[in-house]
């Protein structure tokens, strides 16, 4: 009933977090001396996860959940696989055309299903079925497929429906609805004030439609909603777990908390309280407890103590039991397969697929939107000095950014001279005094809601900076990679003749085909073709 974190790279010395990530001695302790059933994973490329989940499942007496947080696809987290834009792009285009967003989201979660069957995750944690309705969103954001039940309903279920082709478990979340809040859960306690006869107009639709199209899992949010609980969060109340989730909807799958150690959880309640609570309420699974060999030593002194009943425990560990026998299938018949080739090989085979990669650059371009006059003229970038600025929210924690990639290379092949900005290094006076000297500058924005940030807004820095380009009339040209809300509070302010292009992707392709846009010129492919 445990799931933990680990690194999704091979070696100690590599991992990223240690305070959520153990050593191999210690992980290999939790699987092999407690029972640890299942792991979530992050970091690594995708060859490396063939080699790390096979090590995982060796180390275990019973074989194991693996899942990963992949709601764009594989390569949203583990490089060289096939990424996705994120899933309101899909839902911009069901704006136009219903049918063929459809189809996109279908493919979607088909394309996922089978790149994380072939490295060894059998456990998809997506759709997400929140209904983003609150522009203000720091974490949901362009992570749902849309602002209204409807179109989440259809999408969600489209994505369940692609990824049920493969035997991997697929997860609705997060229960019973996380898009109507201006705070993020990773950092403190969001509360939905909605009536019941709202949250079920606007926030349950989407499960529903979720479980009637055969979602495995159901994942919990850690939300205040005092309609239903006013003492305990969604992730820790039987009244939404068990009575609304298990009795008036009906699922019969596992029910998952969301991580244990995030901030709504991890700030008001103790480390091995939470996992107790959860059990009670009617958790299956307690995803990442900030303690695994104390959540699981509380639960058994609950059982032990007629706080919870052996069956409540059985009851879960039959609902996992089933889950495992469905993703079985898919381990014994890659061991049948790797009996001729090797798992390395078989992987490889399977990810980024020319399909796979046509199909992700589609979406991007179908849901891109532009503005101004288009293309950027050659006159209008050759006579001054030029600069590509680039703002994200975090320099450091870029990986979709980097020297050979579209945003940064191809505008320094045009004669830009980079500048990279970021929430952490404000314009110095000189800066802001050299602004007022005429540089035509392309600016590029990196903004999208993120876990842990705290604000789906423009950064103070990104504002700051095109307000002062603004005045200059130095602003050649604007690029947004991430959220149309960002979109929506630039455009008012922008001339009609500046070109504008905005794309929901923030990788590589994304990148590529935006400047592409932009600039009516092919973006030559090995820029990036390393980050793919």
Known sequence: M?????????????????????????????????GVGGVILLGGSAGELALRTQQLQDWAKIPLLIAADIEEGVGQRFAGATWFPPPMAIGSIALKDPRQAEFYAEQMGAITAQEALAIGINWVLAPVVDVNNNPRNPVINVRAFGETPEAVSQLASAFIRGAKQYPVLTTAKHFPGHGDTATDSHIDLPVLPHSPARLAKVELPPFANAIASGVDTVMSAHLLIPAWDEQNPATLSELVLTELLRC????EGLIVTDALIMGAIANCYGENVAPVMAVEAGADILLMPANPEGAIQAVCDAVEDGRISPERIQDSVERIWKAKEKV?????????????????????????????????????????????????????????????????DDALACDFLGRNTPAVAFPTQLGYELQIVDSHT??????????????????????RGNPFRG??????????WFKKLLKTDDLQALIIYGSPYVLTQFLPHLPAETPCVFSYGQMPEAQAIALEVLFSQNVPLSSFALFL
Do not use: M
């Open 328 to 392: 079985a299938l898919a381990s014994e018949a890659q061991k049948e397969t790797s009996k001729l080739t090797s798992p390395i090989h078989i992987a490889l085979n399977q990810i980024a697929q020319p399909v796979a990669l046509a199909t992700a650059a589609k979406i991007l371009k179908d849901s891109q939107q532009v503005a101004g006059s288009l293309p950027l003229q050659p006159k209008s970038y050759s006579s001054h000095k030029l600069r590509n600025l680039i703002v994200v």
């Open 248 to 251: 008036c909807l009906k699922f």
């Open 455 to 464: 604000s789906a807004g423009l950064t103070p820095i990104a504002e700051q």
């Open 426 to 447: 404000p314009p110095t006076q000189e800066e802001a005094d050299a602004v007022i000297a005429k540089q035509p500058t392309l600016l590029q924005l990196f903004i």
């Open 2 to 34: 445990v799931v933990v974190r680990a690194s999704g790279y091979l070696f100690d010395h590599q991992i990223r977090y240690p305070a959520w990530e153990p050593p191999a001695a210690q992980l290999q302790h939790w699987l092999q001396d407690l």
